[in-house]
């Protein structure tokens, strides 16, 4: 369900719940929120926070992004902020990594070609992430099962644009819960519409502000989201840890943990 209107202000939002699951039965209800980041949120998006029953929300964003550019939210600390940081989906701070030192102003033709050649594909920065970071997703499912405890049960988890590190983190919950494979694609592809026109544009400009020119592999990587991205990932999970539950259990999570993960994912 789409709630970009309803948290204001934000551009990618939605609520993962109703999804229907492959052995029958959906996705639980007001357990699973993704969005772009908080930065922007009026008193109406407060507002929204506290009637969807969103009681956590968890920024995947580094260090640097959320000091640019922190959440807004509740002063009543009716909301918990989880920061976990995962790397590697920053645009911004990955093409600033791939400047060679010392470049001053905008970088030459030369430099451009060097940096676009070591830029990866949606599919291997994809493959990157996960590779790195199953302790953070294994945190984040920990972070669901202690909310579904409480009087606001909902968990928002976001980066900046709610792609990239939101994207698989919502591919992720929703493999172990049991979502046909299909739909997790068809969730993952709704973000490029989500992002197109003005909000796209803020996007690239991040990478365009520090000199280099938006080359087709840099803006697929900061506005667009193909399903064979997301396909990538899920055959990784596939074939490096079995299923979603396997990795899981690789970045920490006990298997007592995993299954009550899943039972929450999976209740009404």
């Known amino acids: ?21 492959a052995g029958g039965g959906t996705l639980a209800s ?15 998006g407060l507002r929204a926070l506290r009637e ?6 968890i920024d995947l964003r580094t260090d640097g992004e959320r000091a640019r550019s ?25 093409v600033q990594h791939l400047l060679p030192s010392g470049v001053g102003g905008s970088p030459s033709a030369a430099q451009v070609s060097e940096i676009v050649e070591q830029v ?18 294994a945190e984040l499912g920990r972070a669901v099962v202690a ?19 939101t994207g698989l983190a919502a591919a992720l919950l929703m493999l ?16 490029q519409q989500n992002l197109a026109g003005g909000f796209a544009d803020a996007l690239t400009g991040l990478i365009t502000a520090i000199g280099v020119p938006l080359t087709p592999r840099l803006k697929t990587l900061a506005t667009e989201a193909p399903a064979s991205a997301i396909e990538a990932a899920l055959d990784w999970i596939e074939s490096e840890h079995g299923d979603a539950s396997g990795y899981l259990r690789a970045g920490g999570m006990t298997l007592a943990e995993v299954e009550a993960l899943t039972k929450v994912l999976r209740s009404a």
């Not at 969807?52 to 929300?57: A, F, K, M, N, Q």
């Not at 990866?120 to 997703?137: G, R, W």
């Not at 579904?148 to 590190?165: I, Q, Y």
Request: proline share 6%.
């Open 120 to 137: 990866p594909t949606l599919e291997d920065l994809y493959v990157a992430i996960l590779s790195s970071s199953a302790p953070q997703f």
């Open 52 to 57: 969807l029953r969103i009681g956590t929300v």
């Open 70 to 94: 922190a959440d807004v939210l509740p002063q009543d600390d009716s909301v918990k902020l989880v920061p976990l940081p995962v790397q590697g989906g920053a645009m911004d701070e990955m």
């Open 147 to 165: 909310a579904a405890s409480t009087d606001r049960p909902g968990v928002l988890f976001h980066c900046t644009a709610g792609k990239d590190r």
């Open 1 to 21: 369900m789409d709630l970009s209107s309803v948290l204001q202000v934000t551009h990618n939002a939605r609520e993962l719940g109703g999804v229907p699951l």
């Open 176 to 191: 172990l819960a049991g979502v046909r494979r299909e739909a997790i694609v068809d969730d993952y592809t709704l973000t």
């Open 30 to 44: 007001g357990v699973l929120f993704r969005s772009d980041a908080l930065s922007g949120l009026t008193d109406e």
